[in-house]
């Protein structure tokens, strides 16, 4: 894959991918079809076309593709990712899952989304109080600069703007 030499993260990959890309994909990929894997294949599709077939060498090559994938994941970010990993992913889809474990899953997803919705907050509301006591503080801050700040144009064009950007608030 030409992407992959290049250091990209998987977004910057999607928003360049194109068709062009995706046939060169292709390509490449079909130029690593060997022989023997199309032996293997047309063996059980048309045994009269294939000749010597060998067979595959199941754990070499399923070890070379674990090796390609944790390379290629590696590349585009996933540095803590380790062929221990993948060889578990990998190990944990052969089997079809059962009623009783997609059961198991569907429960386990509604039991994480609940907390996110005991989590939420109300929504948030101003009242009168909190306003007055933050325009007190306000008030107590500005004054502090006026008294303490050798520069009084200063201290008063800071006064000013916070009393215009706030001026939002004193209306209501």
């Given at each position: 894959?030409?992407?992959?030499r290049e250091?990209t993260?998987?977004?910057e990959?999607w928003k360049?991918f ?12 079909w130029?690593?079809v060997t022989?023997?894997c199309?032996?293997g294949?047309?063996k ?5 076309v294939v ?8 754990d070499?090559?399923?070890s070379?593709?674990r090796?390609g994938i ?12 380790n ?7 990998l190990?944990s889809?052969r ?5 009783k474990?997609l059961l198991?899953?569907?429960r ?7 907390p996110?919705e005991e989590n939420e907050r109300?929504p948030?509301?101003?009242?009168m109080k909190g306003?007055a006591?933050?325009?007190k ?9 006026d008294e ?5 144009e200063r201290?008063a064009e ?6 215009e ?6 209306e209501l």
């Amino acid at each position: 894959m030409r992407q992959s030499r290049e250091k990209t993260n998987v977004k910057e990959f999607w928003k360049k991918f194109n068709i062009k890309i995706a046939i060169d994909i292709i390509g490449d990929a079909w130029n690593d079809v060997t022989q023997q894997c199309l032996n293997g294949v047309w063996k059980n599709i048309w045994p009269a076309v294939v000749n010597d077939f060998q067979g595959f060498a199941a754990d070499e090559f399923i070890s070379d593709a674990r090796h390609g994938i944790v390379e290629m994941v590696k590349s585009v970010g996933f540095e803590q990712v380790n062929e221990e990993n993948m060889a578990e992913l990998l190990d944990s889809h052969r089997e079809e899952l059962s009623n009783k474990d997609l059961l198991e899953l569907d429960r386990e997803q509604h039991e994480e989304e609940e907390p996110m919705e005991e989590n939420e907050r109300p929504p948030r509301v101003l009242m009168m109080k909190g306003m007055a006591d933050a325009f007190k503080l306000l008030d107590g801050y500005l004054a502090l600069f006026d008294e303490n700040d050798p520069n009084h144009e200063r201290s008063a064009e800071v006064a000013r703007l916070m009393k215009e950007v706030n001026a939002c608030y004193m209306e209501l």
